[in-house]
């Protein structure tokens, strides 16, 4: 438990000190700045999987699977890897949400800010269920292969995330039968008093679709990690790093996110080879540093394809 509590003190004083300190004045992140915040979340993804390694060798956490350190920073480390790959196709939704609403940039780091408090708090619930019914029910393990395998189908024949139009959703129409929304804004305030009494800004209302679409991509995400083990720290604190370093992904590809549109098979190749491993699982027993390598692999490629094939494209315009 002492574990568990350091972990989230560690988790607030990092939000504290990127809000209150690195953050404190809005302004426009430019992509040298998102640039060095990926790669300081990134370093620290990958110390921490040192931490990891540390902590199963010792009796300070329970080890339900029981894993070797070794295995247990490699799944820490494939685990964060396959959400920070599904958190892309997160990126490009947040992207037209604020387009959408109009969000200026110098505001919408503190729109994702307060996004992830509520991303920890949903993401939490999800994984202590997803946890509990496939430790009790071990069938469920079929299940969310053939439902990640659907998934990834469904993204190679369909491009709902383009034609997604947020003022159309049912979240913004439920939201406005709820409480006044108005248009204008006031800086960062969430809310603003008009002739209607007390009303949600853009920025408010950008945050609540966002929080719903994460718990959205949250239905594929968690699933897939759960595919590479059901130890509740790793699965948690691999999706809390990923999540803890979107922002700064956002803001570095916010600008470059046509240049990466080949990603999208990285992600559906991803899928698939999850969904398939929990569905062989009782016949094919896949080493941890292949899923890692695979996943790795499939990332790299689908960066240097649309980096090669984008840079073409803009020769040939």
């Known amino acids: 438990m002492i574990v568990w509590i350091l972990f989230f003190a560690m988790v607030l004083v990092i939000l504290a000190l990127d809000l209150g300190v690195f953050n404190k004045t809005p302004h426009i992140i430019s992509t040298k700045e998102a640039s060095k915040w990926t790669a300081i979340w990134v370093s620290l993804s990958m110390a921490?999987?040192?931490v990891i390694y540390?902590?199963?060798g010792t009796d300070y956490i329970s080890n339900p699977t029981h894993l070797t350190q070794t295995g247990a920073a490699l799944k820490f480390i494939t685990g964060y890897l396959i959400e920070l790959s599904l958190s892309i196709d997160n990126i490009f939704v947040i992207a037209v949400i604020f387009a959408s609403f109009k969000i200026p940039q110098k505001y919408q780091h503190r729109v994702l800010f307060w996004g992830i408090l509520g991303a920890i708090v949903f993401r939490g619930l999800m994984i202590s269920f997803g946890v509990i019914i496939i430790n009790k029910f071990t069938w469920t393990t079929y299940l969310f292969g053939a439902f990640l395998l659907f998934t990834a189908i469904k993204m190679l024949f369909s491009g709902d995330d383009e034609d997604f139009e947020?003022?159309?959703?049912?979240v913004y129409k439920t939201l406005g039968k709820i409480m006044p929304i108005t248009s204008e804004t006031d800086k960062e305030k969430f809310f603003i008093p008009t002739s209607k009494g007390k009303a949600a800004t853009p920025l408010f209302v950008a945050?609540?679709?966002i929080e719903v679409m994460d718990v959205l991509f949250a239905v594929d995400s968690?699933?897939?990690i759960l595919a590479i083990t059901s130890d509740p720290f790793l699965v948690f604190s691999s999706n809390i790093f990923a999540i803890l370093g979107l922002r700064s992904m956002y803001f570095f590809l916010a600008n470059m996110l046509e240049k990466f549109s080949y990603l999208e098979y990285s992600l559906i190749a991803i899928l698939s080879f999850v969904g398939i491993k929990m569905l062989a699982h009782d016949y094919i027993e896949i080493p941890e540093w292949a899923s890692l390598t695979f996943i790795a692999v499939a990332l790299l490629v689908g960066i240097l394809v649309s980096l090669r094939l984008g840079?073409?494209?803009?020769l040939e315009e």
Do not use: C, H, R, T
Not at 311 to 314: A, Q, T, V, Y
């Open 166 to 170: 947020p003022k159309d959703s049912f």
């Open 54 to 56: 540390w902590l199963y």
């Open 311 to 314: 840079g073409e494209e803009d």
């Open 222 to 224: 968690v699933p897939a």
């Open 207 to 209: 945050l609540i679709v």
């Open 48 to 50: 921490f999987s040192g």
